[in-house]
């Protein structure tokens, strides 16, 4: 297992608390959503779990700073004091000295700007997953000096082989740069080594994909899979349950493609952060569709890169090269 650090120790708190919560509120049904500018949804879970990840880091280390997400704007405002209240009464449950103001306060901390050293969550990636009941997860990363050093995903609906289960309870993963990727259930105490698949065939590897259209070009996408003559039916998934499957060996590839909804660059780095590392540390590859590493040091998006490719690593230079004879693009 990885080193037991006090950052380790909040890492895990905060994601395993951050799963109880959106479990929880999944489960009950009862939470509300508005639409955000970019017409993406946000859940009372999103506002909960940036809140009490941040109030968390503030006992830990009130000096780290917090990269995430979602903006207290919108609870401000009069018409939204229903969401207010209902975010209020979710976080009591874990920080009972919570009111209004330190609410705002808290989520507002992730406001912060990526410096040389951060924190960066998505406190519910995969939100529209979330909400008709598909794949999201829980997802925090530490990133030093543009490195992801260590990261947690909490994946409600995945089981321990990494496979789609609303029954079990979910998965909890771990990496740490250079110590490998770790798993176990989300209410269990004993851990299991990572590693990806051994597939070396293209024409056998399980590909996974964005489910929302927006993300997805799927014209590009179909003339990828008749290059690398992939014959196994694509499995679309919302969130970074896709990097935690690769890391297990569930699936081989993931192909995250620019679209008309998502040009280069234009990729968040809240997306991306905690998977990647677990997907590396477990043998895994993950570059974008050049064959770059990811940058983290551009700010709250990958500026500079277009999409993101990850693979078992055995599959990698075939994915590259399937890319860049279908697009005609240069490494």
């Given at each position: 297992m990885i080193s037991d650090s006090p950052d380790i120790q909040f890492?895990?708190?905060?994601?395993?608390?951050?799963?109880?919560?959106?479990?929880r509120l999944e489960a009950s049904g009862d939470w509300d959503t508005l639409v955000k500018h970019d017409a993406s949804p946000v859940t009372v879970a999103d506002f909960a779990v940036q809140a009490v990840t941040a109030a968390l880091l503030a006992k830990h280390n009130d000096g780290d700073v917090l990269v995430a997400e979602e903006s207290s704007a919108a609870l401000r405002l009069p018409e939204n004091a229903h969401t207010l209240a209902a975010i209020l009464s979710v976080v009591k449950?874990?920080?009972?000295?919570?009111?209004?103001?330190?609410?705002?306060?808290?989520?507002?901390?992730?406001?912060?700007?990526?410096?040389?050293?951060?924190?960066?969550?998505?406190p519910i990636d995969g939100t529209k997953g979330f909400v008709r009941g598909g794949q999201y997860v829980v997802a925090l990363a530490r990133v030093e000096n543009g490195d992801v050093v260590m990261s947690a995903l909490g994946c409600p609906h995945l089981n321990q082989q990494l496979q789609p289960d609303r029954d079990i309870g979910g998965s909890l993963l771990v990496a740490a740069r250079g110590e490998g990727s770790w798993i176990r259930p989300s209410s269990g105490k004993e851990w299991r080594r990572l590693h990806v698949s051994t597939q070396s065939d293209a024409r056998k590897a399980r590909i996974t994909h964005s489910f929302e259209p927006s993300h997805l070009n799927q014209d590009l996408l179909d003339a990828l899979l008749d290059t690398l003559g992939t014959n196994v039916e694509t499995l679309?998934?919302?969130?970074?349950?896709?990097?935690?499957?690769?890391?297990?060996?569930?699936?081989?590839?993931?192909?995250?493609?620019t679209s008309t909804g998502r040009p280069p660059g234009a990729e968040c780095i809240w997306d991306h952060a905690a998977g990647a590392l677990?997907?590396?540390?477990?043998?895994?590859?993950?570059?974008?569709?050049?064959?770059?590493?990811?940058?983290f040091t551009q700010g709250k998006r990958l500026a500079a890169n277009t999409g993101v490719l990850v693979s078992n690593g055995l599959l990698h230079q075939a994915a590259l090269d399937a890319y860049r004879r279908v697009t005609g693009e240069a490494g």
């Open positions: 890492l895990l708190q905060a994601v395993t608390t951050g799963m109880r919560l959106s479990s449950q874990v920080l009972p000295e919570v009111d209004a103001e330190k609410l705002c306060a808290w989520i507002d901390r992730g406001a912060s700007e990526p410096g040389e050293r951060f924190w960066v969550m998505d679309p998934m919302d969130s970074q349950a896709k990097y935690a499957m690769l890391s297990g060996g569930a699936s081989d590839l993931l192909y995250r493609l677990i997907v590396e540390e477990a043998g895994g590859c993950v570059t974008d569709l050049h064959g770059e590493p990811l940058d």
